[in-house]
């Protein structure tokens, strides 16, 4: 049994959350094509939250009381997918709600909504919050609008404590590891394969760093009581010229996942040390870990009034663009994330409510 | 100092050698572009050698004495050349001839033109002479004139000794090496690269044996006292999906030179066991090696009477397709082989005037 199709995102009742993650599903918002769905978010904002302070940059939103509370929480959102996988319509079948988006992360975004509004009809939290909403996170680094409203106007997302709706399960996942990934580049000189003496084979310059990184067993590394298993994987090898000629050129790109103990620099030398005999040596991309910070305060309570586990995140998230400002930041939101990405994502309205309701415990809101 | 227009083909006198060669140059023969060089070519030995029995197979020819010897001597020379390197118009300078084909074979097939002939106009060897011109040397198996001829017209290309006149410096280049490429692949299961243990890196399964490959040693072969240097070289290697992803897919491409001791077979057992842990491996191509028969009759005369040093050829080339059949094949012609396929190739006026001396005197044929 499937709903017919679900209201309108300025018409969708904000307690009724599967049917407004529902009417959110029904906007496409695969990355680079927010802006539907952002002016709608906006102008719902606009006429359901216009107590608080809304400002854009770009597609990304932020509402923020100003209650002059000692500390802020931060809670955020983006409003992109990937690319539709003949799901991008949603569907209701009882309390699941099938469709692009809805676990990643349409279904925070129906919290945020449903925080802001009651919120601005005057259930006063116990500490300031900003909520966001932004665009770009599925995609490449440089289309990221967290990053952007970080780098354009970091005053709007200060805060104490900053929640980050991805899909949990249920648990909160703290911290992140760090991911790092270099070229290794190993040269040789070309010959024809009958006369290989009269070259050299930069493929067989490449073995012995190859099978050292496939031999390293990487480490389990406890942080704030937490394990963090890190990797390290060789993602790509490319080399060769033609079937007769030795090769002159081959490149390797490691992935390395490190744990909140080591710096973006401390994991890199670790690789570097690895790849020895490359001729040269290239970061592709480095983002740093972000501690879990189980003993700040406000994180100590947030993890204590929820009372649900704490696992530590391996992959990166954009949680560690709070932890590099000094803010303690966890991923914590509705859907299962194995369903994220996959054709059958969709996510249950006991998830999204379970959610709301911690969030509104924490905030103080009225239960 | 250079001429101004080399003769036309048809018109160019045979006691000038170089001449001769330098009208073989003007007509473009790149490979699959043969058919004008070959009219010419055909034109000329019926115009010219008209006492010989002239076959063509596409654009193959092949003349042969019926003199009732009992032992016949087969000489060839492919017509194609590689693209030009803007080296496609003949210069003459002195006695130097420069020019696409010049070395790698044009001098070789005036020489061949010379002796059709001179056996033509009564100077009868004391063997029976096939003398042929093929298409297709230096391009794909497929497009082989020779392996065209011996599936088509065997009988044209009967024999107990065959010449190549390939560029070879002044030397016997006896037998040839084997060459042997395996693809070999090895498999893995993808998953993100934050959480490898959920999959295999297939790029990690190949290091083993890439790591074997490339310390082998391969070894220097003695055969009828030629020293043949074996090689075994990684020319491919690629894997890798996306920079996130743990890879199942490595491929691997080994180029196995081996001596003429050794069948392919053989060889490929040899390579295989180096490769053990591909999930599969398959034959690329597979082209036996040509033992030097340097102790076959005909072979012993051939280089008695010439005086020149013998080496062992590492390459593959066509003489192997004779050594399959049972005949004994070398490679001599003028020209210096490290000259071929580049920008200045030429030869001089020495190298193919010493080359038709050389084939005239093991032939009979009037000094």
């Avoid at 209701?92 to 919290?111: P, Q, T, Y």
């Avoid at 009809?121 to 970080?150: H, K, M, S, W």
């Avoid at 067989?204 to 050292?212: K, T, Y």
Wanted: contains cysteine; aromatic residues 4%.
């Amino acid at each position: 049994m499937s709903t017919a199709s679900p209201p309108d995102l300025l018409a969708a009742p904000a307690d009724d959350l599967l049917t407004l993650t529902a009417a959110l599903v029904a906007v496409p918002s695969v990355s680079r094509h927010e802006q539907e769905l952002a002016d709608r978010v906006e102008r719902r904002l606009s006429e359901r939250a216009s107590g608080l302070a809304l400002a854009r940059v770009g597609n990304n939103m932020i509402v923020r009381t100003e209650l002059g509370r000692d500390r802020r929480v931060v809670l955020g959102g983006h409003l992109d997918t990937v690319p539709a996988n003949a799901n991008e319509v949603p569907r209701l079948d009882g309390d699941v709600l099938h469709g692009l988006g809805s676990a990643d992360m349409k279904g925070g975004l129906a919290v945020l909504l449903r925080l802001a509004e009651d919120i601005a009809a005057g259930d006063e939290p116990r500490v300031d919050c900003t909520l966001f909403f932004y665009e770009g996170e599925e995609i490449a680094e440089e289309f990221n609008g967290l990053r952007r409203v970080f780098a354009d106007r970091p005053e709007l997302l200060a805060g104490d404590l900053a929640v980050l709706l991805e899909p949990t399960d249920g648990h909160i996942e703290a911290g992140c590891q760090g991911t790092l990934h270099l070229r290794a580049h190993f040269d040789g000189e070309r010959a024809h394969s009958a006369r290989p003496w009269q070259g050299s084979n930069a493929i067989h310059a490449a073995a012995e760093a190859l099978h050292r990184l496939a031999g390293h067993e990487s480490d389990t590394v406890i942080v704030d009581g937490l394990p963090y298993r890190e990797s390290l994987q060789v993602v790509r090898i490319e080399g060769g010229v033609a079937n007769n000629v030795v090769p002159d050129s081959c490149t390797v790109v490691v992935n390395r996942r490190f744990a909140p103990r080591y710096s973006v620099d401390e994991a890199r030398a670790q690789v570097e040390k690895l790849l020895a005999g490359a001729d040269r040596i290239e970061v592709v991309n480095a983002s740093p870990a972000a501690p879990p910070n189980l003993d700040h305060p406000l994180l100590a309570e947030f993890v204590e009034t929820l009372g649900v586990g704490v696992e530590p995140k391996l992959g990166w998230t954009d949680v560690a663009r709070f932890a590099s400002r000094g803010v303690p930041a966890v991923n914590f939101g509705p859907g299962d994330p194995d369903l994220a990405h996959t054709a059958d994502e969709r996510v249950t309205r006991a998830s999204v409510e379970q959610c709301y309701a911690a969030l509104g415990r924490f905030l103080g809101l009225a239960p």
